[in-house]
């Protein structure tokens, strides 16, 4: 550093030198700088990267308490994992099954009064246990916060029934209890309602001389995709959930590429959204904001595992206090008018986003309400059908009548237009002059054509939707040999309609329906 000073001798080491009272200056500004430099790194850095580790630590837990040993097993039947393990039973007018005592988990459960086909003989599957084929189910626990080492109940633990003969149904809870033996005692008592939804709540009571803090978690966890996975665009199947951002929608293919996503909320939901069917954890509780991740993972046989979590923030238990934890969880059908009312009386915040209503919502929900209202009234969704599409073709009728009117001058004025084609066919700035005044001349527009039919587009697209996601059109019988209006014409041209008995690529599949449509 080189000081100029204005009297040469007031620096005692000459003209162009430091100053003593500059070098000591510089000394205390470096040592200063040091001194802040390793307080910000014992008071600042080093705690943050203590609680980034301890958060990478706690994330390696969780994934660890989360993960599914028995996924790594041979696999099984569906009846054979169903009898390795002690049950409780479930029972209601719309669900039925059994909670597994190993693990504490809801993996058994179907419904009473969706069947897997017309003939109303299998009831339709939507849990079933680890280690059987389509493996899915619900599980609940708690995970240690950081610097916590107190045994926790895992997919191992057996849990025991207050009552061995107890059976889960509307009015009756079920609670089981586990003791880790170190102080912990956990409790986790399982309520259902008359329809889809379950009430979980947990609790820890600390008979210890410490305090514990956990963190509550809950799960969905699903083995390959749906047995009748069939992706396409308009209809969202995968993992699903309303954050702090609003609603997150990620396909199983996501999920192949990024086998990770984090959200979180105050109060939000998550879960698995199929056709007909989803698969929630809601939460149910204020303790403070939900951490959720959609993740993937592999079993041993090189099939893909999702899961849906849901992490709430940590609850310390003082010595001889008890924590608890509410959560929910809805598995059954996507039926509008539930959803609006689980929305109402658990105060879920949008759960009718379940059904994949899409961008144009605006129509596709009035035309879901009316589509119902009709079908119900009728006593026959497809006179419902058919009386809506009429409506919307009476009201769209001014629009189309207008594009009719507008063809019918395009093709009035086909002759003339060939003529100055053919006679300016080499000047194009002519020929598109010539266009324009012959437009003019007969008040001839091309849009006028095009602009009506766009319109109705979004319309009968979001018909269409509507009759692709309700669960009530499933299995409806229309007439003769049409007895699912939400399966495809079972006939084929190629097979003379059902006259020659093979089956044939659905590709290919024309049935007579179609067929009538274009012609008339």
């Not at 100029?4 to 007031?10: D, G, M, R």
């Not at 959609?294 to 924590?323: C, H, K, W």
Request: charged letters at 20%; a negative charge.
């Amino acid at each position: 550093m080189n000081m100029n000073y204005p009297n040469p001798n007031l620096n005692p080491n000459g003209p162009g030198k430091m100053h003593p009272d500059d070098k000591r200056n510089m000394i205390v500004f470096f040592a200063m700088c040091a001194l802040l430099f390793f307080a910000y790194d014992f008071f600042v850095g080093k705690p943050h990267k203590e609680a980034l580790k301890a958060q990478q630590a706690q994330m390696q837990a969780a994934q660890k308490a989360q993960q599914t040993p028995e996924a790594d097993l041979a696999p099984l039947t569906r009846e054979d994992a169903l009898a390795k393990s002690p049950r409780i039973k479930i029972d209601n007018p719309d669900l039925q099954g059994s909670i597994n005592l190993r693990g504490g988990r809801i993996d058994d459960l179907k419904l009473k009064t969706y069947f897997e086909t017309i003939d109303e003989t299998t009831p339709v599957t939507l849990l079933t246990p680890a280690r059987a084929p389509h493996a899915m189910y619900a599980d609940f626990g708690w995970l240690p916060a950081p610097g916590q080492t107190a045994s926790l109940p895992g997919n191992d633990t057996v849990w025991q029934a207050q009552d061995n003969l107890a059976t889960l149904s509307v009015g009756t809870p079920v609670t089981l209890t586990w003791n880790n033996g170190q102080g912990l005692s956990f409790e986790r008592t399982y309520a259902l309602d008359e329809h889809y939804m379950f009430t979980i709540t947990q609790k820890v009571t600390n008979h210890g001389r410490e305090a514990v803090s956990l963190h509550p978690y809950a799960l969905l966890s699903r083995q390959g995709l749906p047995a009748d996975f069939a992706p396409i665009a308009v209809l969202h199947e995968g993992p699903i959930g309303l954050f702090e951002d609003g609603l997150e929608e990620v396909t199983y293919k996501d999920l192949d590429k990024e086998p990770r996503h984090s959200f979180s909320a105050e109060q939000g939901w998550a879960g698995f959204t199929d056709k007909y069917w989803f698969y929630g954890i809601i939460a149910a509780d204020e303790s403070g904001p939900e951490n959720y991740r959609f993740l993937r993972s592999q079993n041993a046989q090189a099939e893909p595992i999702y899961q849906v979590d849901m992490t709430g923030a940590p609850l310390t238990i003082a010595p001889g206090a008890t924590a608890t934890n509410v959560v929910r969880s809805f598995q059954g059908p996507k039926k509008l008018g539930l959803l609006n009312d689980y929305a109402k009386q658990d105060k879920i915040d949008r759960f009718d986003l379940v059904i994949d209503f899409g961008k144009f919502w605006f129509l596709t929900i009035p035309f879901f309400h009316a589509l119902t209202w009709m079908g119900h009234t009728f006593g026959s969704f497809a006179i419902a059908l058919l009386a809506l599409t009429c409506l919307l073709r009476l009201a769209v009728f001014p629009l189309a009548n207008k594009s009719y009117r507008s063809f019918a001058r395009m093709r009035k004025i086909q002759p003339q237009m060939a003529e100055i084609r053919e006679k300016y066919g080499d000047d194009r700035a002519k020929l598109q002059q010539e266009i324009f005044n012959l437009y003019k001349k007969e008040q001839v527009n091309p849009m006028a054509g095009c602009l009506p039919i766009l319109i109705q587009i979004p319309i009968f697209f979001s018909l269409y939707k509507v009759l692709y996601i309700s669960i009530d059109m499933r299995h409806a019988p229309f007439w003769g040999w049409i007895q699912d209006m939400s399966a495809p014409d079972p006939t084929s041209v190629f097979s003379l309609f059902g006259l020659i008995p093979f089956d044939l690529p659905q590709f290919i599949t024309i049935g007579i329906w179609p067929i009538i449509m274009g012609i008339t």
